[in-house]
Protein backbone atom coordinates (compact mmCIF):
# COMPACT_ATOMS: atom_id res chain seq x y z
CA UNK A 1 0.00 0.00 0.00
CA UNK A 2 1.44 3.31 -0.84
CA UNK A 3 -0.17 6.43 0.68
CA UNK A 4 0.04 9.89 -0.02
CA UNK A 5 -1.00 12.77 2.63
CA UNK A 6 -1.46 16.37 1.43
CA UNK A 7 -3.72 19.41 2.95
CA UNK A 8 -1.36 21.08 5.45
CA UNK A 9 -0.30 24.15 5.55
CA UNK A 10 -0.58 27.61 7.06
CA UNK A 11 -3.27 29.12 9.08
CA UNK A 12 -4.81 31.13 11.63
CA UNK A 13 -6.45 29.97 14.91
CA UNK A 14 -10.06 29.39 14.34
CA UNK A 15 -9.38 28.09 10.87
CA UNK A 16 -10.32 24.77 8.86
CA UNK A 17 -8.25 22.23 7.00
CA UNK A 18 -9.14 19.30 5.49
CA UNK A 19 -6.21 16.44 5.36
CA UNK A 20 -6.21 13.62 2.59
CA UNK A 21 -5.15 10.50 2.01
CA UNK A 22 -5.20 8.63 -1.03
CA UNK A 23 -4.39 5.02 -1.05
CA UNK A 24 -3.15 3.11 -3.66
CA UNK A 25 -2.28 -0.84 -3.79
CA UNK A 26 -5.47 -1.44 -1.44
CA UNK A 27 -9.08 -0.85 -0.93
CA UNK A 28 -9.58 1.21 2.16
CA UNK A 29 -12.63 -0.18 2.93
CA UNK A 30 -10.66 -3.35 3.52
CA UNK A 31 -8.36 -0.99 5.37
CA UNK A 32 -8.49 0.83 8.50
CA UNK A 33 -7.35 4.30 8.17
CA UNK A 34 -5.56 6.32 10.81
CA UNK A 35 -3.87 9.88 11.14
CA UNK A 36 -0.99 10.63 13.81
CA UNK A 37 0.99 13.70 14.46
CA UNK A 38 4.05 14.87 15.42
CA UNK A 39 5.19 18.04 16.97
CA UNK A 40 8.44 18.73 17.21
CA UNK A 41 10.65 16.83 20.13
CA UNK A 42 7.13 14.63 20.99
CA UNK A 43 6.31 11.31 20.23
CA UNK A 44 3.64 10.41 16.96
CA UNK A 45 0.46 11.26 18.29
CA UNK A 46 -2.63 9.25 17.39
CA UNK A 47 -5.51 11.44 16.10
CA UNK A 48 -8.24 9.30 14.48
CA UNK A 49 -9.23 6.29 12.80
CA UNK A 50 -11.59 4.82 10.60
CA UNK A 51 -11.96 0.90 11.17
CA UNK A 52 -12.03 -1.38 7.76
CA UNK A 53 -14.96 -3.71 8.26
CA UNK A 54 -17.35 -1.08 10.07
CA UNK A 55 -16.64 2.46 9.35
CA UNK A 56 -16.51 3.19 12.99
CA UNK A 57 -14.78 6.27 13.60
CA UNK A 58 -12.54 6.72 16.65
CA UNK A 59 -10.94 10.14 17.94
CA UNK A 60 -8.15 10.93 20.53
CA UNK A 61 -10.01 13.62 23.35
CA UNK A 62 -7.48 15.93 21.84
CA UNK A 63 -9.53 17.04 18.55
CA UNK A 64 -13.19 15.42 19.50
CA UNK A 65 -15.78 17.59 18.20
CA UNK A 66 -13.50 19.63 16.28
CA UNK A 67 -12.32 16.99 13.64
CA UNK A 68 -14.46 14.33 11.33
CA UNK A 69 -12.47 11.78 9.76
CA UNK A 70 -14.62 10.03 6.70
CA UNK A 71 -13.03 7.92 3.34
CA UNK A 72 -14.38 8.22 -0.05
CA UNK A 73 -14.33 4.75 -1.34
CA UNK A 74 -14.70 5.92 -5.22
CA UNK A 75 -11.81 7.81 -4.86
CA UNK A 76 -9.80 5.62 -2.38
CA UNK A 77 -9.44 8.37 0.02
CA UNK A 78 -9.26 9.31 3.61
CA UNK A 79 -9.98 12.23 5.03
CA UNK A 80 -9.57 14.29 7.84
CA UNK A 81 -11.27 17.51 8.74
CA UNK A 82 -10.13 19.90 11.22
CA UNK A 83 -12.40 22.89 12.43
CA UNK A 84 -11.32 25.39 15.35
CA UNK A 85 -7.77 25.17 14.72
CA UNK A 86 -5.60 25.39 17.58
CA UNK A 87 -1.64 27.04 17.82
CA UNK A 88 -1.08 23.53 19.78
CA UNK A 89 -2.66 21.66 16.36
CA UNK A 90 0.69 22.45 15.17
CA UNK A 91 2.35 19.27 13.89
CA UNK A 92 3.30 17.05 11.03
CA UNK A 93 0.51 15.17 10.12
CA UNK A 94 0.41 11.16 8.90
CA UNK A 95 -2.09 8.50 7.75
CA UNK A 96 -1.28 5.42 8.78
CA UNK A 97 -2.77 2.03 7.19
CA UNK A 98 -2.94 -1.53 7.95
CA UNK A 99 -5.83 -4.62 6.85
CA UNK A 100 -5.16 -6.55 9.73
CA UNK A 101 -5.17 -4.12 12.88
CA UNK A 102 -6.97 -4.95 15.83
CA UNK A 103 -9.09 -2.35 17.64
CA UNK A 104 -6.92 -2.26 20.56
CA UNK A 105 -3.96 -1.49 18.72
CA UNK A 106 -5.54 1.07 16.67
CA UNK A 107 -3.80 4.22 18.37
CA UNK A 108 -0.64 2.66 18.24
CA UNK A 109 1.75 4.15 16.11
CA UNK A 110 4.08 0.44 15.79
CA UNK A 111 1.22 -1.85 14.96
CA UNK A 112 0.92 -0.30 11.13
CA UNK A 113 2.19 -1.35 8.37
CA UNK A 114 1.63 1.44 6.09
CA UNK A 115 2.99 4.83 6.37
CA UNK A 116 2.28 8.20 4.25
CA UNK A 117 4.53 10.84 4.39
CA UNK A 118 3.82 13.88 6.63
CA UNK A 119 1.84 17.01 5.61
CA UNK A 120 2.55 19.99 7.56
CA UNK A 121 -0.08 22.07 9.53
CA UNK A 122 1.14 25.01 11.05
CA UNK A 123 -1.46 26.92 12.76
CA UNK A 124 -0.91 30.70 13.61
CA UNK A 125 -2.22 32.41 16.75
Known amino acids: VQLQASGGGLVQAGDSLRLSCVAS????????MTWFRQAPGKEREFISAIFRSTGNTYYADSVKGRSTISRDSAKNTVYLQMNSLKPEDTAAYFC???????????????????WGQGTLVTVSS
Open 25 to 32: GRTIRRTS
Open 96 to 114: AADDSIILSQLSNPNAYDY
